[in-house]
T-cell receptor, first 120, second 114 residues
Framework: EPEVTQTPSHQVTQMGQEVILRCVPI?????FYWYRQILGQKVEFLVS????????KSEIFDDQFSVERPDGSNFTLKIRSTKLEDSAMYFC??????????????????FGNGTRLTVT | AQKVTQAQTEISVVEKEDVTLDCVYE???????LFWYKQPPSGELVFLIR??????QNEISGRYSWNFQKSTSSFNFTITASQVVDSAVYFC???????????FGKGTHLIIQP
């Protein structure tokens, strides 16, 4: 079964450094997402991306964050100047369709296994 | 604004017991979608179910069943004859559709003791 893959599984960076988290969505999917989960807390939506532009973003997704689809397969999340509070698990997700009644009844949103970011 | 409440922070039961995880949501959307995800200790998010707001039929999948009640804005999840492998954090989530992201509840940590 096709999977969303994320690399690396764990990244350690120093405060103030730039970090890029990488994701390869499922190949025929059109919608891409990033979510964040601070340790022990709930999963929070960051951003959705469709047709090479951001569709929606949350309050968390400030100017320090950016997303890009640099080629036909990768989807990246960049944090320009990391802060201690950026330490979290970052999940990439993708879906074939919009989440509406015309979508497949099965899981519309496939998550990767996450990248654990530790900012020191 | 959407909100998902999972009032049970942690539940601990002995193996083979039945257990119900509660989920209550608030939404202004007329059409919306509800989800359950499982997060085992390894950390990944495992999809369990998606339910459309216009389909109030309950669903059973093996030992899992879901009770969607629009009148009480609840989407509860029951595990019958629980097993140790069911131990995980379970998240309920809501989406208004389109490109909206999911709004997750805080999760319920389910511990199944042997």
């Amino acid at each position: 079964e096709p999977e969303v893959t994320q690399t690396p599984s764990h990244q350690v960076t120093q405060m103030g450094q730039e970090v890029i988290l990488r994701c390869v969505p499922i190949s025929n999917h059109l919608y891409f997402y990033w979510y964040r989960q601070i340790l022990g807390q709930k999963v929070e939506f960051l951003v959705s991306f469709y047709n090479n532009e951001i569709s929606e973003k949350s309050e968390i997704f400030d100017d320090q964050f950016s997303v890009e689809r640099p080629d036909g397969s990768n989807f990246t999340l960049k944090i320009r100047s990391t802060k201690l509070e950026d330490s979290a698990m970052y999940f990439c997700a993708s879906s074939r369709n919009r989440q509406d009644q015309y979508s497949s009844y099965n899981s519309p949103l496939h998550f990767g296994n996450g990248t654990r970011l530790t900012v020191t | 604004a959407q909100k998902v409440t999972q009032a049970q922070t942690e539940i601990s039961v002995v193996e083979k017991e039945d257990v119900t995880l509660d989920c209550v949501y608030e939404t202004r959307d007329t059409t919306y979608y509800l989800f359950w995800y499982k997060q085992p200790p390894s950390g990944e998010l495992v999809f369990l179910i998606r339910r459309n707001s216009f389909d109030e039929q309950n669903e059973i999948s093996g030992r899992y069943s879901w009770n969607f009640q629009k009148s009480t804005s609840s989407f509860n999840f029951t595990i019958t004859a629980s097993q140790v492998v069911d131990s995980a954090v379970y998240f309920c989530a809501h989406s208004g559709g389109g490109a909206d992201g999911l709004t997750f509840g805080k999760g319920t940590h389910l511990i199944i003791q042997p």
